[in-house]
């Protein structure tokens, strides 16, 4: 079975910029959460969508959002690109019912804002 | 508020040593608790969870961890180390599936020299 998958691995961008990232949950999994990892500030809940919606975000601004495809997969914007938003991006999955809570994350994508 | 600590953000152990990484978490409820595990340039893979169901919970490669509520704490072990082991652990705890937001404790860098 294969794993949440995130696209792209690497990016680089420069301030003032606007980036996408990607992000396709394991089969079966409807909820998608994305969270930021920034040297120094440790793994930072940033927000989740389930059933095409989001439910719940994190102290985040903005400029960061996203949405949930008919499909499960998920977009994550950052618009106005500071330096401070250099960091490993994840995404995870969790099923919707019995097992809810564990989120299975994807292998990351990093973004270097110059 | 929740909170997780980890003690130690470094800890180095000889192969063939037992692993110890300490957990402590702040919860006004019954939590569900996770630990996973980060190698370099990858995203964080599951190792083990405790969902209220066992105190004593075996994950994947030879760890587990033991539910103590009246310590508040989710250490991680594991009899004897391996060179693979080497990488770095987070604890993560979640009061419930409603907010859908892991709380990442800081992390802790395992090294195992030869």
């Known amino acids: 079975e294969a794993g949440v998958t995130q696209s792209p691995t690497h990016l680089i961008k420069t301030r003032g910029q606007q980036v996408t990232l990607r992000c396709s949950p394991i089969?079966?999994?409807?909820?998608v959460y994305w969270y930021q990892q920034a040297l120094g500030l440790g793994l930072q809940f940033l927000l989740w969508?389930?059933?095409?919606?989001?439910?719940n975000r994190g102290n985040f601004p903005p400029r960061f959002s996203g949405r949930q495809f008919p499909n499960y997969s998920s977009e994550l914007n950052v618009n106005a690109l500071e330096l401070e938003d250099s960091a490993l991006y994840l995404c995870?999955?969790?099923?919707?019912?019995?097992?809810?809570?564990?989120?299975?994350f994807g292998p990351g994508t990093r973004l270097l804002v110059l | 508020a929740q909170s997780v600590t980890q003690l130690g953000s470094h800890v180095s152990v000889s192969e063939g040593a037992l692993v110890l990484l300490r957990c402590n978490y702040s919860?006004?409820?019954?939590?569900?608790l996770f630990w996973y595990v980060q190698y370099p340039n990858q995203g964080l893979q599951l190792l083990l969870k405790y969902t209220s169901a066992a105190t004593l919970v075996k994950g994947i490669n030879g760890f587990e961890a033991e539910f103590k509520k009246s310590e508040t704490s989710f250490h991680l072990t594991k009899p004897s180390a391996h060179m693979s082991d080497a990488a770095e652990y987070f604890c993560?705890?979640?009061?419930?599936?409603?907010?859908?937001?892991?709380?990442f404790g800081q992390g802790t860098t395992l090294q195992v020299k030869p």
């Open positions: 995870a999955s969790s099923i919707s019912d019995l097992d809810r809570e564990t989120q299975y």
């Open positions: 993560a705890v979640s009061r419930s599936s409603n907010t859908g937001k892991l709380i």
């Open positions: 919860s006004s409820v019954p939590p569900y």
């Open positions: 089969s079966g999994h409807t909820s």
């Open positions: 969508y389930d059933e095409g919606e989001e439910r």
